[in-house]
């Protein structure tokens, strides 16, 4: 909002400016009552104790006059005026927002959870001041986690973060039916724009990553004395090119150079994990180690060759 006035800098004029453009910032931010009015102006020093509340009257009617649509404070609002309307929304275009998605897809898929949850908040807080309504939703339609429960990524990030037991009702596309997990949870990743648990079973004592979209309910969490986290799956190769968006957190370079390809080492969370991102290198990743996992990958080649030499 503003920092407190010094009331000897302002005159009469100046302070009903400043009232105005206050109180549009508070009715923006939430619907408010003529005594939470009246109690923030004077923590901003622009209104006395001693004054009138015909002042905040004259206030709301000049918001009006320049264009606000703001509700009577009755039964129907609690009580407290709300902004239903306003002209000072942002005038931004669609090729404006292919910008900012352009930008955010940079930084996606290599950011945390929480960072997300930044940039989703951002873009709600924005898309309510902007005037095109296929604007807003496309500015909407940037964020990842637009198709997910608040209240189960909230539960979900908060077990990650004291590594909890999870108790969850999954839906696997495979099963016909929903099924009951316990999960030791470890973190929450973005891949290919969806979200993914990673953790433990407890059941299997396997890694497990699952989406996020299909967990249908939270039953519980609790704490565990020991803590389970999967070994990961190490895979060092050799790659001669990056591609666009390089390499991973979890990927170092050990060793190489451009013309002759770098040695790389990998930890991924599981065997799948680790197959799919070798396998998207193509032709220009040579596995080295270990030795069943490059004869897997052999297997896999050989699947896919007969399946469309066909």
Known sequence: MIEKAEKEDLNQISLTGIRSLVLLGLLIKSPMSL??????FIGYNIMDCSNSDDILRIDITTLRTMGCVISRADHRT??????????FK???SLEEVGVIKRAFNKIKDNADLSLLILYDNLFKK??????????????????????YSSKILDELKTACVNKNVVKLVYKA?????????????????LQNDKLYLFGVDKGLNQPVYLNIKRILKIL???????THSAEPINVRFRLKEFGVLGLTDNEEIESGDVST???IRGQYHNH??????????????????????RESIVEILKKMREVYSD
Do not use: W
């Open 35 to 40: 005594e939470e009015i009246r109690e923030a």
């Open 78 to 87: 609690n009580n407290k005026y709300v902004l239903i309307d306003h002209p």
């Open 90 to 92: 942002m005038d931004i």
């Open 126 to 147: 924005i898309a309510p001041h902007i005037a095109d309504n296929q604007v807003k939703e496309s500015l909407l339609g940037i964020s990842p986690l637009k198709k």
């Open 173 to 189: 596309p495979t099963l016909k039916k929903e099924d009951e997990k316990e999960i030791y949870a470890d973190c929450i990743k």
């Open 220 to 226: 519980s969490k609790h704490s565990c004395d020991e």
């Open 261 to 263: 390809g770098f040695i």
């Open 272 to 293: 799948f994990l680790a197959m799919q991102r070798i396998l998207s290198f193509g032709p220009k990743c040579t596995i080295i180690e270990p030795e069943d996992f």
